[in-house]
């Protein structure tokens, strides 16, 4: 839960994607180190002799990926699938808070009317 004001809940909002993905990414990196340990056989494959010829932009090749690769980007698309959704149920929550906080709610605005109706019963006894 955020406390203040609507400027720090702004920027709040501005900054959750980001700290969702950093929280998401220091916890799926020990479930990928535990990925590796559990199949070591995956990880051993013999290094490229030229570092620096591997595509720069893994997008341009899709068929060259490797197993490996290939369950990391389709983890990865998960993962940012489920922090869209949570993203966007996060930011209704808060308009729904925000939009409930400009709107007294029907039982505050009947005791609202009571501790009026009864003041001005008050000032004309």
Same mark, same amino acid.
Request: aromatic fraction near 4%.
């Given at each position: 839960?955020?406390?203040?004001?609507?400027?720090?809940?702004?920027? =709040?909002e501005?900054n =959750?994607?980001? %700290? +969702?993905?950093?929280a998401?990414r220091?916890?799926?990196? *020990?479930?990928?180190?535990?990925?590796? /340990? &559990?199949?070591?056989? !995956?990880t051993?494959?013999?290094? *490229?002799?030229? @570092?620096?010829? &591997?595509?720069?932009? *893994?997008?341009?090749? @899709?068929?060259?990926?490797?197993?490996? /690769?290939?369950?990391?980007?389709?983890?990865?698309?998960?993962?940012?699938?489920v922090?869209?959704? /949570? =993203?966007?149920? =996060? +930011?209704?929550?808060?308009?729904?808070? %925000?939009? !409930?906080?400009?709107?007294?709610?029907?039982?505050?605005? %009947? +005791?609202? /009317?009571?501790?009026? %109706?009864?003041?001005?019963? +008050?000032?004309?006894?």
């Amino acid at each position: 839960m955020v406390q203040g004001s609507e400027s720090s809940l702004n920027l =709040f909002e501005e900054n =959750f994607q980001a %700290l +969702r993905e950093r929280a998401d990414r220091e916890k799926t990196e *020990p479930e990928l180190e535990n990925m590796q /340990q &559990l199949h070591p056989n !995956t990880t051993q494959e013999p290094a *490229p002799a030229q @570092p620096h010829s &591997l595509p720069s932009n *893994p997008q341009c090749s @899709p068929g060259t990926d490797s197993p490996k /690769q290939s369950s990391n980007i389709r983890a990865l698309k998960e993962c940012l699938s489920v922090l869209e959704l /949570q =993203f966007t149920e =996060f +930011r209704e929550r808060t308009e729904h808070t %925000l939009a !409930t906080l400009d709107h007294p709610s029907p039982a505050d605005q %009947l +005791r609202d /009317q009571v501790h009026r %109706l009864k003041n001005e019963h +008050r000032a004309e006894v």
